[in-house]
């Protein structure tokens, strides 16, 4: 049966209609009473509908499009007054004190969504998003493997990281030409204690914006001269453990 909506490339717009798939995409989250729960881009509902019809939780959505926004209100009475009319990248914080995100997201700002993730950090327990899957094997990827980069560290100093499964093209309407993956993140509140995100961020993206050099050539113009005699910069950035850049840092920033 056609939606009553229309489907936007712009905004990302590929809806799940394998309800198998949303179904193992929504039993990722753990419902427990009192749950705070956020769904970035609800779209069409794909997901929405399990997590509204859940007791006990509280649900929000963020969706940008007023479309579809106008529709959901219309088809599922449940959902009124959750859904906040906005661009996630300029939303405030949906709630006070701990929550959960979900989302299928919208490929064309996998990172920005991320970074959003960051800045929320202290208050997101536990996120399940659906990325294009080569974007979420960057951020699972550990030290040493091609994939491994500015979003893997960052996003590792402050949650761990479970690859969850794929999900093939076929799950969606209109099919994407990639592979989609489901990624877990757990909060592991800031363990390495980094007090400055913005410096840590400057010194990662510094590193890994000359990925084949050393760090003692990445690093020059960023870390002060008595830091290019330590031997971790004879490495390359790939080489380094999140740990690693914690020390770099604490160290030298
Ligand atoms: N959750 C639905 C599903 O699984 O079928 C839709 C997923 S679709 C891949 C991404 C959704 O994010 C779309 O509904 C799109 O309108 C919405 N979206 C795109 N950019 C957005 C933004 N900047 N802020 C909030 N929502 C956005």
Redesign the pocket.
Known sequence: MSKPYTL?KS???????DENM?QQIVAQIDYSAGKKIV??????????KYLIAEEGIEYKA????EE?YHYLEATYPAIKGKIIL??????SIPYEGAFSVI???????SSPIMFKMLEWETQVDEVIG?FQKEVAERIAAGPGTKVYGILSVLTQAFFEVTYLFDVPPNC?TPPPKVMSGVVRFVNIHNPYNIDNFKKFKMLVKAAFGQRRKTLRNALRSVVPPAALADALMDKRAEQLSVADFVYLYRTYL
């Open positions: 936007k905004l990302g717009q590929h809806f799940l209609h949303c769904e970035i881009g609800p779209g069409g509902g794909a997901i929405s963020i969706e940008i499009d579809k906005q661009d996630v990248l300029q939303a989302g299928n997201f919208p490929y064309n700002i659906m969606f």
